[in-house]
DNA sequence: GCCGAGAATGAATCCATCC
DNA sequence: AGGATGGATTCATTCTCGG
């Protein structure tokens, strides 16, 4: 291993670089959980219909960006880009470990194309239901994320088998470090898939929950994030140790 | 329109054919909900020709349900039938109609497509949560199905905005007369999606929930099998009047 | 009528075996 | 070799029936 950790204590390791200069470098890699950029927000749909593009500003995660407004191109770029990841992250892992990619709606046909096509087997659809509705001005609200999910290979043999939905409401107010930010229970509900002691890996960490639900559960697990400023809020909320009772907190 | 009605009462229409067939003929159309063949069933070639009975209720002692013709497709003609058929259906509806079309996990991207290159806005993939699921032994259980719907256009002007994640309780016992039936309960919530007065259309009606619901709703509908043993329920079903309470059963 | 035990069920999946 | 078939298996929930 070349690339030098940002931070490393307890199992848990951090890298601050591009995910794809250090996939190659892993191995050994038991399970795949992530929330990947979706580089979504109403930008890839080619819009014959939409009347006001301004509605899709800054109302998801991402901001528009004018720039790409109806261009298919991009939607490309997401799949050839999410097919390298993940097909680096696959030849880091061991046979059998699970794949968990988080996407919005638009973005999911892709996702499940980028996952086989990176050599993963799909396996299926899960649902994080939020609990609430946003309205989102032209028939059903949105309250649900979706998370994409395989094996590389044949499934491993399991104990647990964790259902297919899962309900529980979005993080808010100050525990939430990042605009995307999943809560640790849905990060815990996924990682049921891993088997005990596997090596989980999250190559866009962000404010690093899927690592703090890892280590929460007694796995070890690597986080990679491009920004500073979140490799450190990350680390500081890893050094925080052990939650109390075990890590089975509800 | 050239083709005969099998039934025709109370603002309800069932023609006994091909969808494709009949679909050329229709117009006005106010809504198109509907849950077509899957075509799915499992990774092995073998799985998937299986009879619907069997490759969806095997481990069931129940064999009283029909089986349904065209589940078999493999990816390439579902993506060409898919297509087909929404197109037609398209064409026959207003602007802003809504369209609702229910897959499984492995069929939701090939229908997301589907929709798109018939010409239909896609808005969005709405959730019906079953509550609980069959494990499939290789890791979560699935227990939702999906809906992928979107507009004709620019979408209608409305008043309702149903949630995009439904939970109910799959049909049970003998209230199930065909292997893939809906609750009414679940096609009463995205028939929310319909302006008041819409006609309904289920291109591919089986035991006929879809229009029950319409009925109940007060609706007009058209629905279409090329089964005749459907078509049979079907009639028999709608020609036992309207439910008390005003249709709105829980 | 209520409760609990045991059986049944589900738009599966996987593997062994037989043509 | 490759398609077709039979059957074991997984769990949450509901159903059935007896006490």
């Not at 490393?8 to 890298?15: E, H, N, Q, V």
């Not at 038991?30 to 109302?59: E, L």
């Not at 939905?165 to 470090?177: I, S, W």
Request: net charge negative.
């Amino acid at each position: 291993m070349t690339a030098e950790p940002y931070y490393s204590a307890d199992g848990i390791t951090i890298y601050c670089a591009e995910a794809l200069d250090v996939l190659p470098e892993l191995s050994g890699v038991g399970a795949v959980v992530t929330d990947p950029p979706y580089s979504s927000g109403g930008a890839f749909r080619g819009d014959r219909t939409r009347g006001v593009v301004a509605k899709y500003v800054q109302t998801g995660t991402l901001a528009y960006r004018p720039e790409f407004a109806g261009d298919s191109r991009d939607q490309r770029s997401f799949l050839v880009w999410s097919t390298l990841w993940l097909n680096a992250a696959r030849q880091g892992s061991v046979s059998g470990a699970p794949v968990c990619v988080f996407s919005d709606w638009r973005q999911l046909p892709t996702t499940t194309d980028a996952v086989q096509v990176a050599g993963w087997t799909w396996r299926g659809i899960a649902v994080w239901a939020k609990g609430y509705g946003r309205v989102n001005g032209s028939g059903m609200s949105s309250s649900a994320e979706f998370v994409c999910w395989g094996t590389n290979g044949p499934a491993a043999e399991r104990e647990d088998y964790p259902p297919g939905l899962f309900t529980c409401p979005p993080e808010r107010g100050e525990d939430k470090r990042h605009v995307a930010q999943k809560p640790e229970a849905v990060m815990r509900w996924l990682l049921r898939l891993a088997t005990p002691g596997a090596l989980v890996l999250d190559p866009f960490m962000g404010s690093g929950t899927t690592l703090r639900a890892a280590m929460d559960l007694g796995l070890p697990a690597v986080g990679i994030d491009s920004d500073e400023r979140y490799c450190e809020i990350a680390a500081k909320r890893l050094a925080q140790g052990v939650l109390p009772f075990g890590g089975v907190l509800a």
